[in-house]
């Protein structure tokens, strides 16, 4: 079956070139002018990943992500931008983005991009398990995480670096080890990027948050045995 892609852009004209290229590498895609009109169609006709511009009137792509993610989207989304500072880059990937593609690219560079996320997320779910340590359940299939019974919604990057660390507990991991493993070289991203995600995880994890571990200097650690050194 092929993977549905939404392609939302107010340029008419990049909307048709994505278009084409997409549907000739074996996609689907369906199309939204506006965030609104994104926004409508994902409830309609749910996408399997979403290619997401920033700058557009009335409702930009920031607005849109946050959106999806707090009604509960876990599909991917790759942002398209002509802006061209870090904070703007940063900013989109903290509020749950995949990939941060800026204006102009090439097309055969974006369409590897959108492979390599696809792979990534069948290599997680060829997993299939569930990692379970006291009260918190992660399901790699379905990317779900629970705390006591209890779902909790995490981005899908937020649900990727807890899976990875509670994957490999009691082992340090340094910063940039965790950005190539999560994000490898899709995107550039700093290190920044981990201690904002990891701040949002523990958060979400509540009174399990101290299985995860900060190693000053270093990076972290998923620590399942409390009378273990505090790092």
């Excluded at 509020?95 to 991009?113: C, E, H, N, Q």
């Excluded at 649900?159 to 910063?175: G, I, T, Y």
Aim: one cysteine or more; charged letters at 30%; aromatic letters at 10%.
């Amino acid at each position: 079956m092929n993977k549905k892609i939404l392609i939302v852009d107010d340029e008419e004209d990049l909307r048709e070139m994505l278009r084409i290229n997409l549907i000739k590498d074996g996609y689907s895609v369906i199309e939204a002018a506006d965030g609104a009109q994104a926004l409508e169609l994902m409830k309609r006709e749910p996408a399997d990943l979403v290619v997401l511009d920033v700058m557009m009137p009335h409702l930009d792509g920031y607005e849109v992500c946050r959106r999806l993610r707090a009604e509960g989207h876990r599909i991917p989304i790759i942002f398209l931008t002509a802006k061209d500072s870090e904070f703007d880059e940063v900013l989109g990937l903290e509020l749950g983005g995949d990939d941060y593609v800026k204006k102009p690219f090439s097309i055969k560079a974006f369409l590897t991009r959108i492979k390599t996320v696809f792979r990534r997320l069948e290599q997680i779910k060829e997993g299939g398990s569930t990692i379970t340590h006291a009260g918190l359940r992660i399901n790699t299939v379905n990317y779900e995480v629970y705390i006591d019974n209890v779902a909790v919604n995490l981005p899908r990057k937020e649900f990727e670096l807890l899976a990875f660390l509670a994957s490999h507990p009691d082992r340090v991991f340094q910063r940039a080890y965790l950005l190539d493993q999560v994000w490898k070289e899709d995107v550039f991203v700093i290190d920044r990027t981990i201690d904002v995600h990891i701040g949002r995880i523990r958060k979400k994890l509540k009174h399990y948050k101290d299985f995860i571990r900060t190693i000053v200097g270093v990076g972290y650690r998923f620590q399942t045995d409390e009378f273990l050194p505090v790092g």
